[in-house]
């Protein structure tokens, strides 16, 4: 079936203004994780949701990232007051189960966001 | 903290040599990751080394796993111009039950003809 589908695939938005980025998992796929990747950092975690749940939020940056999923399928991640520092690929990826040894994370084609 | 490192960061050989590219990493973890991934595209799933001493092998690219070591290899068999790309390892944050993985900084090949 389709793979990891995000968008938009780029956004550029000015410092201050509020962005939500979407992601469409694998049908099927319970695990669903936000990552961002910029120059600096390199790959970062930042969310991991089983279900509707986020068990896992330790890399969230600040208090201006949150995230929700619905009905098991799509997500957001909403970054309120951009800061240029929030500048970066955000990647989304999803997986059958986090509790089989041969998971696997299938990453989507990643939103650019460009904070001017 | 867990820690994940790659050297080298970045490797130009010729078509036709061999090399290797290592992954250190810090603590204990029960599965270890190597992602491909090219320029402007995202990450493109390669091995998933379960075990100590686990081996996976596609065409000219061998993975391997020492637990004990805490070190995976990747190593690159007659390199072909194909394989350009930068190759991630990766571990899972939470010891497999969760799956948050850890990145190492990306190891960035350039295959010259």
């Not at chain 1, 975690?45 to 949150?66: E, M, T, V």
């Not at chain 2, 996976?56 to 805490?70: H, I």
Request: charged residues 20%; glycine residues 10%.
């Amino acid at each position: 079936g389709a793979g990891v589908s995000q968008s938009p695939s780029n956004k550029v938005t000015e410092k201050g203004k509020d962005v939500e980025l979407r992601c469409d998992p694998i049908s099927g796929h319970t695990a669903l994780y936000w990552y961002r990747q910029s120059l600096g950092q390199g790959l970062e975690f930042l969310i991991y949701f089983q279900g509707n749940s986020a068990p896992d939020k330790s890399g969230l940056p600040s208090d201006r990232f949150s995230a929700e999923r619905t009905g098991g399928s799509v997500s957001t991640l909403t970054i309120q007051r951009t800061q240029q520092e929030d500048s970066a690929v955000y990647l989304c990826a999803s997986s059958l189960a986090p509790g089989l040894g041969t998971d696997t994370q299938y990453f989507g084609p990643g939103t650019r966001l460009t904070v001017l | 903290e867990l820690k994940v490192e790659q050297n080298p960061l970045f490797l130009s050989m010729q078509e036709g040599k061999n090399y290797t590219i290592y992954c250190n990493y810090s603590t204990t973890s029960d599965r270890l990751y190597w992602y491909r991934q090219d320029p402007g595209k995202s990450l493109e799933s390669l091995f998933v080394l379960l075990s100590n001493g686990a081996v996976k092998q596609e065409g000219r690219l061998m993975a391997s796993l020492d637990t004990k070591a805490r070190l995976s290899t990747l190593h690159i068999t007659a390199a072909v111009h194909d394989l350009s790309a930068t190759y991630f390892c990766a571990v899972d944050g939470y010891g497999g039950s969760q799956g948050n993985l850890i990145f190492g900084k990306g190891t960035k090949l350039s295959v010259k003809p």
